[in-house]
């Protein structure tokens, strides 16, 4: 059998899967990835928690980066992966979609039983109060107050910021929340900064309800995700997964499909309706 017909005859054989998708499931929305073929970084590391949260330049510059980048993630729609995934849980075939976008595209697509794991990139939240307001909100608080930088452009970087280099971003200015005068953050989690405990008790409860693992745009460098991998392996629960590149699971997977995800997820979905 081809690939294709290799993963439609998995899912035949597992009906009820756990879903875990990354960032090669936006690429074909416009969003850009953040790791190469062989699993390694593109780009510099994204920023930590503590440095965005201990250090005022570095706030500066993730903000000014993030005026800039914004509209590429505001305007973004969903794509094949997103629709065929939305599709599949229709039929029945997905207990969970657990992703580690922030891009709230599977939502979008019409996907409902949905953990973001690392949060949603269109929500800020104040550290202070705790309080959460639309992000679509603060860029109109960001571009009244920094109207020079509103007309900059740049490439789109993978979590609504975009590559804004060399310039001083010391006068960048910076609101704080208007309620309690708290430090805002996007309400996603950092590197350095802890998934929320009942987001990944959520997600246990349903890899323990799955019968395997569908692995799609994702190399699994990130902890966060992988773990699930490795509780599904430890399970006897057998884990597939599509992916251009190399994964942190390869040496566990039951099958690799190693071809573009929003096609091999279409393609999975019209087998399976046929």
Known sequence: MDDIAS???????????????????????????YRDANGDWKRPSPVTFQA???????????????????????????????????RLEASGRVGLLLTQNVDGLHDAAGSRQTIDLHGRIDTVRCLGCETRTPRARLQQALRARNPAWAAQEARAAPDGDADVEGRDFASFDVPACPLCGGMLKPDVVFFGESVPRERVQAAYAALSEADAVLVAGSSLM???????????VAAGKPVVAINLGRTRADDLLALKVTQPVGDALTALAEQLAA
Do not use: K, N
């Open 7 to 33: 993963l439609a005859d998995f899912a035949a054989r597992h009906r009820r899967l756990f879903v875990l998708t990354g960032a090669g499931c936006s690429t074909d929305s416009g969003i850009p990835d």
């Open 52 to 86: 965005f949260t201990g250090d005022e330049l570095t706030r500066r510059r993730y903000w000014a980066r993030s005026l800039v980048g914004w509209p590429t993630m505001a305007t973004a729609r969903p794509g094949a992966s997103h629709r065929a995934l939305a």
């Open 222 to 232: 990130v902890y966060s995700g992988f773990r699930f991998v490795q509780a599904a």
